[in-house]
């Protein structure tokens, strides 16, 4: 079991958000249990992938986020979040977050969880592939 140190003060996300401008690059805010709490810039399109052994929780701080949803023995969907939207893809569900005009987001994951989870072809250059990178202020 992961040991978390306490937080030392509050997260302000809006200051927290406002400290980088990599896209799809989460930054870890706070640490809940065994969970990362993550916040991420995106805009453009993720890879299609999936996590076999968690579900990947999101709410849209700011913009608009669709993901697309690949189910088993179902069709392929998409669902859409504005800000204050919360969804949870399903472990095992691949899917592919996207976002045309930008937004922010925050997520939970287990520590550790590779952000692109399953995915084994090559990450584009606008992605990054991380466990999160800590927040760090400027």
């Known amino acids: 079991m992961t040991t978390h140190q306490a937080q030392p003060a509050p997260v302000d996300l809006a200051a927290a958000l406002a400290s980088f401008d990599d896209l799809w690059s989460p930054r870890i805010v706070a640490a809940v249990n065994d969970y990362d709490v993550r916040i991420a810039k995106v805009q453009g399109e993720y890879v ?40 949870v893809v399903p472990r095992g569900v691949e899917h592919r977050p996207e976002s045309a005009t930008g ?36």
């Open 103 to 138: 937004a922010s987001i925050l997520m939970f994951e287990p520590t550790g969880t590779l952000s692109s989870g399953s995915y084994d072809g090559e990450i584009p250059d606008h992605i990054d592939s991380t466990t999160g990178h800590a927040l760090t202020s400027g």
């Open 48 to 87: 299609w992938h999936s996590h076999a052994d968690t579900d990947e929780f999101f709410l849209v701080l700011d913009g608009e986020l669709t993901i697309g949803l690949r189910e088993p023995d179902a069709a392929e969907r998409s669902v859409t979040l504005t800000r204050g939207s919360v969804f």
